[in-house]
Structures are given as C-alpha cells and as structure tokens.
C-alpha cells in the first residue's frame, strides 16, 4: 500500500519562497524516481520536477532556476524548495513515485498572489 503525504503548502505574496515536503511509504524509496506534479484550476496535472534515485533532477521550463528538489532517503522524504514564486505556480502539488502509482494523495495547496 503506497501512502503518500504531502505537506508544507501556504499561500505567500509574488516573490516569496515556500518549502514543500512529502512523506513516503509502500515502496523502497531510495531505489525509485520521484517526482513532484502540481494542478491549477480548470488544467489538467502536470509535471514539476523529478529527481533519480542517484539524484539526477529534471524540471519543467516554468520552474527551472527558481524550483529545486532534493530527497532525504534515510527518512523516505521528498522536498521543493520554491523560490522567487509567481501567481502561475498556484495550484495543488502532489508527489509520486516514477512509474508512477495509480493513487494520488490529497495534495498540498499553494497560492501565490499579485
């Protein structure tokens, strides 16, 4: 059964940083991809950021320079350290393991204002 909780969602002024994290369970996580995903009101989810589990990241063209990702294998812990955020970044972001598992979790919201 993979559980996953993401947490550390707020909402914040444009230019502001946030730090999201995200609890994993049900897999052997320091063997697996993971990922962060973001949805924002009326689109469709969409990819944010992935790290290997050697560490190698990726990132979207929209968060690149101002998103980092990192994971703590010794707790099972994702993170997003978001800098420098924009209205564009609101939505709810969500974590998964890469391929990806069938379930979601609840997501945590992030609002940037103007």
């Known amino acids: 059964q993979v559980v996953l909780v993401e947490s550390g969602g707020g909402s914040v002024q444009a230019g502001g940083s946030l730090r999201l994290s995200c609890a994993a369970s049900?897999?052997?996580?320091?063997?697996?991809?993971v990922g962060w995903y973001r949805q924002a009101p009326g689109k469709q989810r969409e990819f944010v950021a992935t790290?290997?589990?050697?560490?190698?990241?990726n990132y979207a063209d929209s968060v690149k320079g101002r998103f980092t990702i990192s994971r703590d294998n010794a707790k099972s812990t994702l993170y997003l350290q978001m800098n420098s955020l924009e209205p564009e970044d609101t939505g709810i972001y969500y974590c998964?393991?890469?391929?990806?598992?069938?379930?979601w979790g609840q997501g945590t919201q992030v609002t940037v204002s103007s």
């Open positions: 049900g897999f052997t996580f320091r063997l697996r991809s």
């Open positions: 790290i290997t589990s050697d560490g190698v990241t």
């Open positions: 998964n393991r890469i391929p990806s598992y069938n379930s």
